[in-house]
């Protein structure tokens, strides 16, 4: 039983997910009600779809730290347009917000496939440039509720057989990633990009080029989220999801994506992501305070990496001693 | 993370002069003497020895935990919860302000908890053979996010007079305390890299791990010792900082492991390991320190002063990427 477990991380994932709430339930019995589950589900929407993009990233052995900056400056700009025009349809706004993730993430991708420049550096740095860059055209003020039109901030929460827009956006994100990476060239070489990007030179691809077709992907997911954390919590400044890059990196390293790149899929992003997302619905129901949550999130992502290097290890035998010492 | 391209090692090393002239360490040098000049023209207060004393502190603390991951970073690893450490540290030494202990207690609290996180970091790593940036990740926010469970939105102050000394003393005349613990650390850890079978063996190590493993160079042993360095060092800065501020929140160097990074770099170290010296790092540190100091002088913002520090991070590895580029394209 524990083998199988241990062999299929998203099997490991639903199992502890399972345990998390029927302890939660013991405590408090309406966390479990279906109208409750929907709400966790939309709360940690945003985190998924960010997952998602992160997911892509990791699996060609490089890193997005600048995620959550992107996702801020692109939520501060179409909150911007919308304040001074409110005229603008929100549909353009969200497709602006996209776009202009998507270029902010292939900044990232030219960096990294044209210079070579190391991902964590890059992504490190950009994430201090966008996020100066927020108050730069912000002057450091904040978008308030009523300086947003009440289309924008409708949009995330409009309902649509029973569950908000929001979490029908966070499902057809998750569809979308998943033909990509199982039925699609671009999905493969993400997976061979990472398992050894020698051998996929020789079979072919563009390590470089795929790289930066993954930042773009995590560029556009991070910045369509930056209009749904705008819209959603109806106020934008300087310090939004600040940190929150962590949270991604954690929901895809609890989600059995491994660091080392290659390994890792659509499921397990989705319920690591997850799996945060009830543990941070749920501290307040216990009593726990919110405090915590960093230093769980880190234990969390400690015990994860341990249990993914385990788990590794066992996949098979080292052919090449060059893998073996990264 | 990035794959290692094959190392190009010339026929015949050039001579000892030219090679020095054409160091990125000559080249920091230049640029260091450049923005002093260039500082002293734009402000009339920047050539005044007690202001030019006030900006050390812009850099020292930090400084001090460069030296610790230069050696890191020039090993192949790279450790991005300093800046929690300093946070824990401080958290720490806080409680043991509370519980009325003395000054010397507090130092050694600090000290401590520093070596433990940093042990905690190396254990993971080369006992469980993790990869130090998810790691580092991890304990980032665990050491910061145990701050913020002691802390919450409260903040520790009322530290004891005594304790002030180390973050506002003056050891002589203008020279501060951090100013003389930054150039003993500086020579304490340039000896290290550069004069010990230690400091080789960080190199060798950097280079080519599993050659250096068989050529019996302890591997684990000697990346072990290093996070410690680092946290010992991450733990020496708690208390500077706490003292200097003579106070304590949770968010308390709040994203300085990416200024730490940026000054290892700008100094000329490999992000990738392998090379790197702690002239270049002193050198990174002072001009980092002037630059700060300067756009404070005209009024910059600490936020766009970010910015910059962003934009140099990734120029500074770029623009000898593209140099070499542009000079092979001239060869052909």
Redesign the interface.
């Known amino acids: 039983m524990m083998k199988i477990l241990m062999k299929n991380r998203e099997l490991l994932l639903v199992v502890a997910i399972a345990a998390l709430l029927v302890l939660i339930t013991l405590r408090f019995p309406a966390f479990i009600e279906p109208a409750n589950l929907a709400r966790v589900y939309n709360d940690t929407s945003i985190l998924i779809i960010l997952a998602l993009g992160q997911m892509a990233v990791i699996m060609t052995?490089?890193?997005d730290l600048s995620m959550a900056a992107n996702l801020a400056l692109c939520g501060m700009v179409v909150a911007m347009i919308n304040s001074v025009a409110p005229g603008v349809p929100v549909p353009a706004l969200v497709l602006l917000a996209l776009l202009l993730g998507a270029f902010l993430g292939s900044i990232n991708g030219l960096?990294?496939w044209k210079?070579?420049?190391?991902?964590?550096?890059?992504t490190?740095?950009?994430?201090?440039?966008y996020?100066?860059?927020i108050?730069?055209l912000s002057g450091?003020a904040w978008i308030n509720a009523h300086q947003m039109s009440d289309a924008f901030k409708a949009l995330p929460r409009a309902t649509l057989a029973g569950l908000p827009v929001l979490s029908w956006l966070s499902v057809l994100m998750i569809a979308l990633i998943y033909i990509v990476m199982t039925r699609t060239p671009l999905g493969r070489a993400f997976h061979a990009v990472g398992g050894n990007?020698?051998a996929a030179v020789y079979t072919g691809i563009d390590v470089g080029r795929t790289r930066f077709a993954a930042y773009c992907l995590s560029g556009a997911l991070a910045g369509l989220s930056g209009y749904l954390w705008v819209s959603r919590y109806a106020v934008a400044y300087?310090d939004i999801a600040n940190g929150f890059e962590?949270d991604i990196?954690?929901a895809c390293?609890i989600g059995g994506i491994s660091?080392?790149?290659g390994i890792g899929s659509v499921p397990g992003a989705v319920l690591g992501a997850l799996f945060l997302g009830v543990i941070k619905n749920a501290l307040p129901v216990i009593n726990i305070?919110p405090?915590?949550?960093?230093?769980?999130?880190?234990?969390v992502?400690?015990i994860a990496?341990?249990v993914n290097?385990r788990a590794e290890k066992r996949k098979g035998r080292v052919i090449l001693?060059k893998a073996?010492?990264h | 993370m990035a794959d290692v391209s094959p190392r190009i090692i010339p026929d015949r090393l050039q001579g000892r002069s030219s090679r020095l002239l054409k160091s990125w360490e000559s080249l920091l040098l230049v640029v260091a003497v450049l923005i002093f000049t260039i500082n002293s023209f734009a402000s009339p207060y920047f050539l005044d020895p007690w202001n030019l004393s006030d900006a050390t502190f812009n850099f020292t603390e930090k400084a001090m935990i460069a030296f610790a991951m230069a050696l890191v970073i020039i090993a192949g690893e790279i450790d991005l919860s300093v800046a929690s450490i300093i946070a824990l540290s401080s958290t720490a030494m806080g409680l043991a302000m509370q519980a009325g202990f003395d000054t010397p207690t507090l130092v050694a609290v600090g000290l401590a908890t520093g070596l433990a996180c940093g042990a905690i970091n190396g254990a993971l790593i080369t006992g469980l053979g993790l990869p130090s940036i998810v790691v580092t990740i991890g304990t980032m926010s665990l050491f910061r996010g145990l701050s913020f469970i002691i802390l919450g939105d409260q903040a520790f102050t009322n530290y004891p007079a005594s304790f002030a000394w180390f973050g506002q003393g003056y050891v002589w005349w203008v020279f501060s305390f951090e100013f003389a613990l930054f150039i003993a650390f500086a020579v304490i850890y340039g000896v290290l890299l550069h004069w010990t079978n230690f400091g080789r063996a960080v190199y060798a190590i950097g280079n080519n791990p599993t050659a250096s493993l068989f050529s019996g160079v302890r591997v684990g042993r000697v990346k072990f010792i290093l996070f410690l360095l680092t946290g010992l060092m991450a733990g020496i800065a708690s208390i500077c900082l706490t003292s200097r501020l003579g106070s304590t929140r949770p968010s308390i160097a709040l994203g300085w492991e990416l200024e730490v990074v940026t000054m290892v770099v700008l100094g000329g170290v490999n992000i990738l390991g392998g090379s790197g010296t702690i002239p270049g790092v002193v050198l990174a540190a002072l001009i980092m320190g002037m630059v700060t100091f300067g756009f404070g002088l005209l009024n910059v913002p600490g936020i766009v002063m970010s910015i910059f520090i962003g934009v140099l991070l990734i120029s500074v590895i770029a623009l000898p990427i593209l140099w070499k580029r542009a000079r092979r394209r001239m060869a052909h």
């Open positions: 052995r490089c890193i960096l990294i210079l070579e420049i190391p991902p964590i550096v890059v490190l740095g950009t994430l201090t440039i996020r100066g860059t108050f730069l450091g990007p020698h300087v962590l990196i954690a390293v660091i080392a790149g305070s405090f915590a949550q960093m230093a769980i999130s880190g234990t992502i400690i990496v341990a290097a001693k073996e010492a």
